[in-house]
């Protein structure tokens, strides 16, 4: 059985935002809820030269000797770069699962593409290099479909108008390391998102184009990427027909005007904004149109979340029913400093950071600098577009020494918003509390 999450919104994801609760008591503990510049053959050839360190030989990757320390128990991680990445953390080396440092969140909104997360779920990911190239590589859309299609990326490209989108890709499990009590699968910190300005053809141009049949129900994406075992379940997801046909989702060729990562999805990945990540499929090449509600694995059990206005349930409990992750919910957080910074009595600086939403757009960001609950509103910076990070400041002089904890919370113009205490489920998934930064004044 894959080692998965099985997934906190109200539903299809929202956080509404009277989602805070008091404090419950769970079996005598207590708890509070609430850059490449280069054609693609050029990185074909690249790549396929890396391919052995990656997934075979994982041990023999160039390795910075440093390590970090995330905030929760058992938080010690290498840092180490794979092809085509600087140092990142790294939580697993098969299949490869890389967090950014969450200091690049401080360094601009698109997060770099050497800097970008990476998350598989199948022990042999990626995919061989030599299956991407474009003599190999098509994309297939078939199934309950008039005019069934198979493509090269070449024809896709030619056929089909490009667009683009900035959005934020984030994690399900993002930040499930610091859930209490604490949950299986990855024990990430807060770096496993990113934001970038994606390139491609509208999926709902494409599946025009193969003319779905009037009893046509939901649309399956699966990636190259394959199970090591044939018992394994394949990465299979599933959007309905209608969500697909949305102008917003993408196959995506280009990150930030260069040709996909390999560890990003190359030669193309399907992008979904507003969505967690588990639907952005990577090495995307085949689209399947179906008449009834796909079950696979991925999605039943796994990347559920409990049905309820909050998707929480009491620490430690199993939801009595479930449905299917979908949009992010409203986050913020602090980049321009870290818990633990020293900083002086009377000197002005300026507070920065990030908050985003599934796609109805962050209206208001404000910080508290007074551990009594004080909340002053921050500057808004310019929007990239509803999926994207939005930039915050604020200015702020210190006028007294000694520990002080600044809280950052955003809400959307549906009112949406924070929770001040965590919220519990037990696939740790869509965690959004208020975050907290600890400085010492001086």
């Known amino acids: 059985m894959p ?6 919104g109200g539903p299809n994801g929202v ?26 053959r050029q990185f074909l050839r690249r790549t396929l030269e890396s391919s052995t360190l990656l997934g075979l030989a994982p041990g023999l990757l160039a390795a910075d000797p440093s390590q970090v320390r995330l905030p929760f128990e058992n938080g010690d991680r290498p840092l180490v770069a794979y092809p085509q990445k600087r140092a990142l953390i790294r939580h697993t080396s098969r299949p490869p699962q890389l967090e950014t440092p969450f200091e690049v969140f401080n360094e601009g909104l698109l997060t770099p593409n050497d800097a970008f997360f990476v998350r598989y779920h199948l022990t042999s990911s990626p995919p061989p290099a030599t299956l991407l190239g474009p003599d190999q590589f098509r994309l297939e859309i078939k199934g309950s479909v008039e005019q069934p299609l198979r493509l090269s990326l070449a024809e896709l490209q030619a056929r089909f108008p490009a667009t683009e ?10 930040s499930r390391g610091f859930f209490e009590p604490r949950v299986p699968g990855g024990q990430l910190g807060n770096g496993a998102m ?5 390139r491609g053809a509208r999926l709902a141009d494409v599946l025009q184009a193969a003319q779905p049949r009037t009893e046509a129900r939901q649309v399956l994406f699966n990636g190259l990427d394959r199970p090591l075992l044939p018992a394994s379940p394949d990465f299979i997801k599933a959007l309905e027909l209608d969500a697909a046909m949305e102008p917003e989702p993408l196959l995506a060729w ?4 260069e040709p996909l990562p390999w560890l990003n999805g190359f030669p193309l990945r399907l992008v979904v904004p507003g969505h967690y990540g588990t639907y952005w499929v990577k090495h995307l090449h085949e689209i399947t149109v179906v008449d009834q509600t796909y079950q696979g694995f991925y999605m039943n059990p796994a990347y559920r979340i409990p049905d309820d206005p909050c998707a929480h349930v009491e620490p430690g409990t199993t939801p009595k029913k479930t449905i299917p992750i979908q949009r992010l919910n409203v986050r913020s957080f602090i980049t321009s400093l870290t818990s633990g910074a020293v900083i002086k009595k009377g000197q002005p600086l300026r507070l920065r950071g990030i908050a985003f939403d599934g796609g109805n757009s962050v209206e208001e960001v404000l910080i508290s600098t007074d551990i009594a609950g004080g909340w002053m509103p921050a500057r808004l910076g310019e929007s990239l577009g509803k999926f994207a990070f939005r ?12 520990m002080q904890e600044l809280r950052v919370k955003a809400s959307n113009r549906l009112g949406q918003s924070q929770p001040l205490h965590p919220l519990w489920n037990p696939a740790g998934y869509m965690r959004n509390v208020v975050e907290t930064v600890q400085v010492q004044v001086v």
Do not use: I
């Open 391 to 402: 930039e915050w400041t604020m200015d702020w002089t210190p006028q007294r020494t000694g």
């Open 165 to 174: 989108v900035v959005a934020v890709n984030q994690c399900s499990g993002n």
């Open 254 to 257: 280009e990150m930030n005007g």
């Open 15 to 40: 956080l509404l935002s009277d989602c805070s609760y008091p404090v419950r008591r769970h079996r005598g503990r207590v708890f509070r809820w609430s850059s490449l510049h280069q054609n693609r």
């Open 194 to 198: 990113g934001c970038a300005r994606w």
């Open 3 to 8: 080692q998965d999450e099985a997934g906190q």
